[in-house]
């Protein structure tokens, strides 16, 4: 005889309410490959076909329809004894987390949220209908178990009404079921067990004892104390029937779940007689069971990490600082909108609502126009500081803003566009912000081009005159001779016009400097140590009141500007005169090391305040203001000019300055400075 065919299983029968025919036909189409699928457009029309109609076994609902809502139609079903445990998958662009504890509340078994991967909604239905096809199997199995039984037991219950002492019907009676029926006195102990004994749980007929024990003995130990005490107590009471659920030991050793139940019969004064029962070996039933709440368990577990994910993402996706939404396929209507998007048009509606409609200033600027491109091809689009004119209301004035701009269509297996985001980052402020650094820098820049040429003018100019004083007041004291007042006068003019011209000189620095190109020096081989005594001769000079002290180890011969370095040094013995008290010395040091030379000056004056320190090479900036020095003060570049000086030959400058310690201006230098610079007049080659 040829084996029987398999015969394949019919897909499962899916139900799917939605008044959208477009959106209809897309979960159709998702789902028509492996399920019987059968639409409807609205709750009432649904609810009907289920009291007339097999119900399916998943149903997919729409959450917002007209009328009677997915939600209403999902809580009618759940209060129904009939339909209470169908399976029930919601779709809706609802993502926040308490719209999913609505669905789950409302009976919901699963969410899927617009727009939908049909991949994903296909598999989420399929699940369910397993699920259900299993719960189905497992509840009809069940009943087919339970009638068994009760006919079992109530072909034993007749038999034992029409002659409960007949052993020949007792025999035939437990041959008719594969249950392992069992006789048992409680007043002797004695038990007597049918074939099923061997044939459902594998013991050989000579290894079985009549005696009540030997059932005892082969409980589980889990289960003894239970089973035992619970059968004793109800055969010492005024029931009729027993049941319980333990597990027995195989021949083989191994452990049956069983169901057993049991008839007592008493006598006349209730006292029982005979017991009658069924074992049924439900092995397979426990273990598909537990693997049943093990899969629910997995499931629950699974949802639960769904809805906590798809929380986060919901979460993520309201509180990312950019604009952001969702528009679908073909029609373009906005489906998703994050908060910032919401808030930047205004709280204006834009979910269901296309662009054109819920943004009409949009018109005519582009925008549209792309998006428009970007669902007919397919290809992304993204643009920096884009600028788009936005009314915060309709009917106020436009606002131009600039945003970092992008389209990405989302496309489906077969590379149709199923939907598009909008993604963009306002950047408004820093475009403001770019524009005003642009216009304040040309601002800062023509300011910067008049002080120099002011100053070069006033400076130059200012020169000539001065020579002539200078030259004229030279020739009057070499002339002579002249009293005492006389004297001093021309000494007092002289001294004027060399602050005067140092002053100019110092001019001139700053603005070459300013120019961008630096102080230009012309180095030639000199001695370090010579210059710092010359420079010391002509600056004691001028301050005969005042003891210079100077310090010289090391080797100080180098290649550098004898008139730069003359003036640096000039400068920093100057300044540490001006800024000390008249009867303190001021100490130079100059050495030689393997690296180049140092220069050090040293003055016992008040610190320089902290919040000065770090300006004091600035132009314009002086240590301290003193009333005292009002006659000797200079413009305020001496420092930055130092400072000039020792960058263009490649070293560096730095102070420390202390209440304990006095005040001191390091110097170092390398041997050689960076290549000369052509004097004017000088050939280039």
Known sequence: ????????????????LDDSPVETQAICRALEPGCQVTGFMDGPALLEALTQRPAPEVLVLDWYLPGMSGLDVCRFIRGNPATEQLPVLLLTGNTRAEDVVEGLTAGAN???????????????????????RSRRKALEEERARRRLLEGTLTEVQAAEERAWRSELRFRLAARATRDAVWEWDPRTGLMDWTTGLHEVFGYAPGSIQDEHRWWEDRLHPEDRERVVSGLQATVAGPEHEWQDIYRFQR?????????????????????????????????????????RTRLLELERRAREESDRQRTLLATLFEQVPALL????????????????????????????HTLREALPELEGQGVLGLLDSVFATGEAFSARELPVSIAQQPGEPLT????????????????QVTAVILFAVEVTDAVDARRKESERAEEMRARADFERQLIGIVSHDLRNPLGAITLAVSMLLQR???DERQERQAQRIRSSADRATRMIRDLLDFTRARQGTGLPVYPQPMDLHEMVRSVLDEVHAGWPERKLETERTGDGLGTWDPDRLAQLIGNLVGNALQYSPPGTSVRVTSRGDADGVVLEVHNQGPPIPPER????FEPLERATVRLEDQGRRSIGLGLYIVRSIVLAHGGT??????????????????????TALPRDGEATG
Not at 260 to 278: F, K, L, W
Not at 401 to 412: I, R, V
């Open 400 to 415: 131009e803003g600039y945003f970092d701009f992008m389209y990405q269509p989302m496309l489906d297996a077969s590379g």
């Open 613 to 616: 320190q770090s300006r004091i």
């Open 480 to 482: 002579g001779p002249l």
């Open 325 to 352: 939404g969702v528009l679908s396929a073909p029609d373009q209507r906005c489906v998703v909108a994050n908060a910032r998007l919401r808030q930047r048009f205004g709280e204006r509606p834009l979910v269901g």
């Open 1 to 16: 005889m040829p084996p029987t065919p398999l015969v394949a299983p019919s897909p499962p029968v899916v139900w799917v």
């Open 110 to 132: 699963d969410y899927v949220f617009k727009p939908f991967r049909p991949v994903e909604l296909a598999a989420r239905v399929q699940a369910l209908a397993q699920w259900e």
């Open 653 to 674: 400058v730095e102070a420390h300055s202390s209440e304990a310690e006095g005040t001191t201006f390091t110097v170092r230098l390398p041997r050689h400075a960076p």
């Open 251 to 291: 021949g083989d050793g191994t452990w049956a779940h069983v169901a057993d139940r049991c008839h007592i019969i008493r006598d006349a004064n209730d006292r029982a007689i005979q017991v009658v029962g069924a074992m049924q070996d439900i092995t397979e039933h426990q273990q598909a069971e537990a693997a």
